[in-house]
């Protein structure tokens, strides 16, 4: 006897699935890590816009305005807080309207229909509008909006 053993087909087996999951172990590290190291990769660079004041805006009212891409964002007083929403619907990018009677957002072109906070209540949207983040700093209002990169040729 040399002291040396057959490898098995079990023991092949059992090498394989322990040396996988040691990879899979380290690949996750591996991304944790680089998340950790590096941090300001994940997020998309967001820019503060002014809009207006707060007593330019009554409650209940809103006010509408272009964002750096083009877009079109109602900004509503609901009393409570100020709203930030696109006005393109997540269906087929339509522009939806404010109904006022009815108080819900409501896109033309399928019958959609989304509540003042923007979610979906009826019709064939399959997410809620886009929101934006509201700040309120000595009653000037701002909103956090997705940097606009374009190529300088």
């Not at 820019?47 to 964002?67: H, L, N, P």
Request: proline fraction near 5%.
């Amino acid at each position: 006897m040399t002291g040396k053993k057959d490898l098995t087909r079990r023991n092949f087996f059992s090498y394989v699935f322990m040396g996988s999951s040691l990879l899979a172990g380290l690949s996750l590290l591996t991304y944790y890590m680089m998340q950790y190291l590096f941090p300001s990769a994940n997020k998309k660079p967001t820019r503060k816009v002014y809009i207006t004041t707060t007593d330019k805006i009554a409650s209940g009212k809103s006010f509408k305005f272009k964002d750096l891409k083009g877009g079109n964002i109602t900004v509503t007083n609901t009393g409570k807080e100020f709203i930030a929403l696109s006005t393109k619907c997540t269906h087929l990018g339509c522009q939806v309207f404010w109904k006022k009677d009815a108080k819900v957002f409501y896109c033309p072109c399928h019958e959609g229909y989304f509540s003042p906070k923007g979610e979906v209540m009826k019709g064939p949207p399959p997410k809620p509008l886009d929101s934006y983040k509201v700040e309120v700093i000595d009653k000037a209002i701002y909103i956090h909006i997705d940097e606009v990169f374009r190529d300088r040729a």
